[in-house]
T-cell receptor, first 112, second 116 residues
Framework: AQSVSQHNHHVILSEAASLELGCNYS??????LFWYVQYPGQHLQLLLK??????LVKGIKGFEAEFIKSKFSFNLRKPSEQWSDTAEYFC??????????FGKGTMLLVSP | DTGVSQNPRHKITKRGQNVTFRCDPI?????LYWYRQTLGQGPEFLTY????????KSRLLSDRFSAERPKGSFSTLEIQRTEQGDSAMYLC??????????????FGEGSWLTVV
């Protein structure tokens, strides 16, 4: 069955530290890849997406993600964290033209 | 603001009662999705519509759940004879029909259900 795995359920960082959140999926066919963020008390918002082309995609607020097809991965990165990045981050994959399958999420806490 | 609106935002109901949630998608979007999210989990797919047609239903959608999108615009999700295990956030989302270029799904703020 198709699935999405996020490696860390909770991450705690200090401001200015770099961030990398792991995401792996299981499916050998065409995929569309997404990272969503949910700030406290707010709805899911799209951070970035990959459909095709350059495997390094840039999103809002300085986030980027790299699609590595051979590793079935789509890790999220940011070089310097801010306190305002405290939120829950979800990796999501659509397999072929199907609906989105989400990972369980990673709660990120950035301490000032 | 994503443009997908849901109401009510919060609902507390007694076990055994019926509840209905409404979703208004982004106006030009012909696909509408329902997801459920519980604490500590990512959103789980329940069902989706393309225009009026309900094209896919998850095994999570028991017989007590029914979703409709009668005119291809707004949708309702009804839960009959609610159980405590139904307590969750019910998320609605919408998108255009996917193309070779992919599509982006936009989420509403969700409707919190608490069954007591």
């Amino acid at each position: 069955a198709q699935s999405v795995s996020q490696h860390n359920h909770h991450v705690i960082l200090s401001e200015a530290a770099s961030l990398e959140l792991g995401c792996n999926y299981s499916y050998g066919g065409t995929v569309n890849l997404f990272w969503y963020v949910q700030y406290p008390g707010q709805h899911l918002q799209l951070l970035l997406k990959y459909f095709s082309g350059d495997p390094l995609v840039k999103g809002i607020k300085g986030f980027e993600a790299e699609f590595i097809k051979s590793k079935f991965s789509f890790n999220l990165r940011k070089p310097s964290e801010q306190w305002s990045d405290t939120a829950e981050y979800f990796c999501a994959v659509s397999f072929g033209y199907s609906t989105l399958t989400f990972g369980k999420g990673t709660m990120l806490l950035v301490s000032p | 603001d994503t443009g997908v609106s849901q109401n009510p935002r919060h609902k507390i109901t007694k076990r055994g009662q019926n509840v209905t949630f409404r979703c208004d998608p982004i106006s030009e979007h012909n696909r509408l999705y329902w997801y459920r999210q519980t604490l500590g989990q990512g959103p789980e797919f329940l069902t989706y519509f393309q225009n009026e047609a309900q094209l896919e239903k998850s095994r999570l959608l028991s017989d007590r759940f029914s979703a409709e999108r009668p005119k291809g615009s707004f949708s309702t999700l009804e839960i009959q004879r609610t159980e405590q295990g139904d307590s969750a956030m019910y998320l609605c989302a919408s998108s255009l029909v996917p193309t070779n270029s992919g599509n982006t799904i936009y989420f509403g703020e969700g409707s919190w259900l608490t069954v007591v």
